[in-house]
């Protein structure tokens, strides 16, 4: 039987851990992002064995392959914990619509928006949709990403939807990046239900009874999302699908207050979500009801400035409320069209005033408790994947500091290369 492989990172200016219990970090936790020098990183496999001094880690190791850091800045692979990856032609006329002064649900009305893609996405096969999908993951791993979640959202129909969670799986399979696949059948009520002779309740319907257990009966999805916001989906809509993806053993994700305070981060907090993403409206109630829950508060930046708005989400309050938050990019056609995650760091800073540490370890530990995948990703510790990311630079201060460069040089999700 082959013994894993064992392989050494050296020579980097600084390691920058994030180790810590394996949970979402709050408060005063989220400014410790753990920064080493002379250090190195062992890994066996998929695995992390070792963080420590590089001279006594080459003394313990000394047959394992070396990969020189020349440098470079070594960090936890950075998670992305909510995207919208699988959809059809970008949409770049809404751009100039809201530059015009359209707002988001005014160009939805007029047929834009989630219908736009949904009408693209429906004509597609699944090998288009896999062959567009495919460069847009690998454009995500090439900036520092190693876990991606991706849903689905722009089928809106029992087999386009499927359709969208099969390209998902066959990513999984063709790519070292890790891949978190969701449920979002419930991104809209689809135009055809708006109007009679079908109604919204027939859609819900759809989505509970048929949608939901095919889902998980082929085990296509972890987590169900919905788009909780006025307009598209009200609370007791929500509570009733994502009551139904629960019962179906899915956990839950929800798109909550990005718009308007609708109170759909204190849903979040009630139904014991994973996370509750977007919250650039919340209210002060969900603020207090996420710190009091273990729900993870992903805030996504990017969507906001690409929106024009001058709001963003409250960070500041989140934490000192002690809310648990992460960042994400949103990367969709039409709101957030952007692969890069170190841009996200950088508004974060900029925009939400966070530290970098702060911003770090949203994007890395927190963002792997908004999937679920606190206890197996972002932190170099021993024990946890071998998910790393080696960036140009040589201070981590400087990550979010050249703001939308491309910065990373290689990337390894679970010991294997994705970048580089």
């Keep these: 039987m082959q013994m894993p492989t064992q392989t050494l990172f050296i020579n980097a200016s600084q390691i920058v851990t994030c180790s810590g219990p394996p949970r979402a970090r709050r408060a005063a936790e989220l400014r410790d992002a753990g920064v080493l020098t002379n250090a190195a990183v062992a890994t066996e496999g998929e695995r992390i064995v070792a963080v420590g001094p590089q001279d006594q880690l080459e003394r313990e190791h000394p047959k394992a392959t070396r990969i020189d850091c020349e440098r470079g800045v070594l960090t936890p692979g950075l ?25 988001y649900m005014e160009i939805a009305k007029q047929g834009g928006g989630i219908h736009s893609s949904v009408r693209d996405l429906r004509v597609r096969t699944e090998d288009e949709l896999f062959a567009l999908a495919l460069p847009r993951v690998r454009r995500l791993a090439a900036y520092g990403t190693t ?90 809509e929500s509570r009733k699908i994502l009551g139904a993806a629960r019962t179906h053993g899915l956990a839950l994700k929800l798109h909550a207050d990005e718009l308007e305070p609708g109170g759909a981060a204190e849903l979040a907090a009630e139904l014991g979500a994973t996370s509750a993403d977007h919250l650039a409206a919340i209210s002060d109630a969900g603020i207090k009801a996420l710190a009091a829950s273990q729900t993870v508060a992903t805030l996504l930046p ?83 994947s071998a998910d790393l990311a080696l960036f140009d630079i040589g201070d981590i201060r400087e990550l979010p500091y050249w703001y939308g460069d491309q910065r990373c040089r290689r990337s390894w999700a679970r010991g294997n290369a994705c970048h580089g």
Excluded: W
Aim: contains cysteine.
């Design 79 to 103: 998670v992305d914990s909510h995207t919208h990856g699988i959809f059809g032609k970008p949409r770049f006329e809404e751009q100039e619509l809201r530059a015009a002064g359209l707002g």
């Design 302 to 384: 990017g969507t906001m400035l690409f929106l024009g708005k001058s709001k963003q989400a409250p960070a500041r309050a989140l934490i000192a409320a002690g809310a648990a938050i992460a960042l994400a990019t949103d990367f969709n056609p039409g709101t957030s069209p952007t692969v890069n995650f170190p841009l996200m760091l950088t508004l974060a800073v900029s925009q939400l005033h966070l530290s970098v540490a702060e911003a770090l370890i949203a994007a890395t530990t927190n963002g792997a408790a908004a999937l679920g995948l606190a206890a197996e990703t972002g932190q170099l510790s021993p024990g946890f």
């Design 147 to 236: 876990t991606v979640e991706l849903k689905s959202g722009y089928g809106l129909t029992l087999d386009d939807e499927l359709k969208s969670l099969r390209v998902i799986r066959r990513l999984q399979h063709a790519l070292a990046i890790r891949i978190v696949p969701t449920f979002l059948g419930a991104h809209e009520i689809p135009l055809e239900y708006r109007a009679k002779p079908r109604t919204r309740q027939e859609y819900i319907a759809l989505v509970v009874d048929e949608m939901i257990p095919r889902v998980a009966l082929e085990k296509l999805a972890t987590f169900a999302d919905i788009f909780c916001e006025p307009g598209v989906y009200t609370l007791d």
